[in-house]
C-alpha cells in the first residue's frame, strides 16, 4: 500500500516505510522530531518545475506532465521506492498544505502504475 501524508500528522503503526518526498526540509519541524527512514531529494520535483508551480506559472495538470516525464527520465530515483511499497506500507511525507494536489500524490500515483505495470 502506499499513501501520502502531511509531515504535520502524527506517525502511525501502519506507515510502514516512512519517507520525505520534498527538496526542501519542511518548515518548523526539527530534523529530529520528524519520524522517517529516508529523505529522498533525489524523487523530488527540480527546483524550477517546483517554483513554477508553488507561483501558479503553471497549473495541476501541467505540473503532473512535467513531473512525470522527469520520473520517467530518473528510474533510479523511484525504483527503491517501488521495492519498498512491493515488500510493505509506504508512507510518502510532504509538507505541502494542499492534501490532494502536490508531489507527493502525482508520485504515489505513479508509482501504482508501475506496480500495475508489472
Known amino acids: 500500500m502506499i499513501q501520502c ?3 504535520y500528522q502524527p506517525a ?3 506507515d510502514g516505510y ?3 518526498v520534498d527538496y526542501l526540509w519542511p ?10 527512514d529516508e529523505w529522498a531529494r533525489g524523487v523530488a520535483p527540480a527546483p524550477a518545475l517546483r ?8 497549473d495541476y495538470s501541467g505540473f ?8 520517467l527520465a530518473t528510474p533510479a530515483s523511484w525504483q ?6 512491493r515488500a510493505g506500507n509506504l508512507t510518502l511525507l510532504f509538507s505541502a498544505r494542499d492534501e490532494q494536489h502536490n508531489q507527493a500524490c502525482v508520485l504515489a500515483e505513479f508509482l501504482h502504475q508501475q506496480l500495475d505495470a508489472g
Open 5 to 7: 501524508k502531511r509531515v
Open 12 to 14: 502511525a503503526a501502519d
Open 18 to 20: 516512512r519517507v520525505l
Open 27 to 36: 518548515r518548523g519541524i526539527k530534523k529530529s522530531a520528524l519520524p522517517l
Open 51 to 58: 517554483k513554477a508551480f508553488h507561483q501558479q506559472a503553471i
Open 64 to 71: 503532473s506532465e512535467r513531473y512525470r516525464s522527469q520520473l
Open 80 to 85: 527503491p521506492l517501488l521495492d519498498k511499497a
